[in-house]
């Protein structure tokens, strides 16, 4: 649950995100907004790929990566990937 969904419900009182100390923690945030979520996929993904994988609404870019099975420059079936990526990411 992020910090965004614990204040919603009343179990916290800070939104922010608990690694960069930044925006409201939602699951967008999270996964993929987050300097240290930044960071992880600019690691897996190739450099002319960034501004595609980087936009888009929550929905829209969760979709769009989950049904993708290849992504130029990646040699594993890039949803498999994204997938493992968002669980690594979330846990």
């Known amino acids: 649950m992020t910090n965004g969904n614990r204040v919603?419900?009343?179990?916290?009182?800070?939104?922010?995100c608990g690694g960069c100390?930044?925006?409201l923690e939602d699951a967008?945030?999270?996964?993929r907004d987050c300097p240290h979520a930044m960071a992880f996929w600019?690691?897996?993904?190739?450099?002319?790929k960034w501004n595609e994988f980087f936009s888009g609404e929550c929905r829209e870019w969760w979709t769009k990566n989950v049904m993708r099975r290849?992504?130029?420059?990646?040699p594993l079936q890039w949803?498999?990937?994204?997938?493992l990526g968002?669980?690594?990411?979330w846990r």
Request: charge should be neutral.
């Open 8 to 16: 919603k419900r009343g179990l916290a009182s800070d939104s922010r």
């Open 21 to 23: 100390n930044g925006s």
């Open 28 to 31: 967008v945030h999270v996964l």
């Open 42 to 48: 600019q690691v897996l993904l190739p450099g002319n």
């Open 70 to 74: 290849e992504m130029e420059g990646i």
């Open 79 to 83: 949803n498999v990937l994204f997938a």
């Open 86 to 89: 968002c669980w690594w990411l």
